[in-house]
């Protein structure tokens, strides 16, 4: 079964600054691909980046990068020089190979202050 | 290109009432997906569609709940009778073929609230 944590209900921090979310997840496949949503108030799920299980390269979108670590199972988001639209709430999802569904994690609900 | 829609945006019922949610994806989304977000959790698929066929409903209560996708393009999400645990947010999407690893296109969801 595919299981995704993520440990931090509640971030904070302030415009500009470089802020890291963590997720952990569990899955006994060997090819899989994990992504992070972000949700604001509106509720419409936004993807912010993907990373592919098979690649070792860190996924990097702009101001959004990931610290994929196969091994530990962990696939944290690195959001850098962060802005006040970055408010939101941010779900890490996994998918393996061969089903199509999403399996999300609880969420962090991140706040950046001016 | 438009988004995925979705209507109504708020819903509010009694117990064991009846509610419908409509969904219409992105033109030529072939797969359509409806996840319930209960508050404090991540959301949880209930039901896929590939075309006007079901890929994936194990976790959709099928005693209270259904859901059609006619003709392969919006769908109907149903609830009939409504308990109060089924207050949460009810979001659609849709991506182009279903494959892995790709987008998934969110519309804002309908909020429902069982008193």
């Known amino acids: 079964a595919q299981t995704v944590t993520q440990s931090q209900p509640e971030m904070s921090v302030q415009e500009a600054e470089t802020v890291t979310l963590s997720c952990t997840y569990d899955?006994?496949?060997?090819?899989?691909?994990l992504f992070w949503y972000k949700q604001p108030p509106s509720r419409q799920m936004i993807l912010v980046i993907r990373?592919?299980?098979?690649?070792?390269q860190n996924a990097t979108e702009n101001r959004f990068s990931v610290n994929f670590q196969k091994a530990a199972k962990s696939f944290s988001l690195k959001i850098s020089d962060s802005q006040l639209g970055d408010t939101a709430m941010y779900f890490c999802?996994?998918?393996?190979?061969?089903?199509?569904?999403?399996?999300f994690g609880q969420g962090t609900r991140l706040t950046i202050n001016p | 290109e438009a988004g995925v829609a979705q209507s109504p945006r708020y819903k509010i019922i009694e117990k064991r009432q009846s509610v419908a949610f409509w969904c219409n994806p992105i033109?030529?989304?072939?797969?359509l997906y409806w996840y319930q977000q209960i508050l404090g959790q991540g959301p949880k698929l209930l039901i896929q569609f590939q075309n006007n066929g079901v890929v994936d409903d194990s976790q959709l209560p099928k005693d209270r709940f259904s859901a059609e996708r006619l003709k392969g393009v919006d769908s109907t999400l149903k609830i009939q009778p409504a308990k109060l645990e089924d207050s949460a947010v009810y979001l659609c999407?849709?991506?182009?073929?279903?494959?892995?690893?790709?987008?998934?296109?969110f519309g804002s969801g309908t909020q429902l609230s069982v008193l």
């Open positions: 033109s030529g989304h072939a797969t």
């Open positions: 899955t006994s496949e060997n090819n899989y691909y």
């Open positions: 999407a849709s991506s182009r073929r279903g494959g892995r690893n790709e987008k998934l296109f």
């Open positions: 999802a996994s998918q393996i190979q061969g089903a199509q569904k999403l399996v």
């Open positions: 990373q592919e299980a098979y690649k070792q």
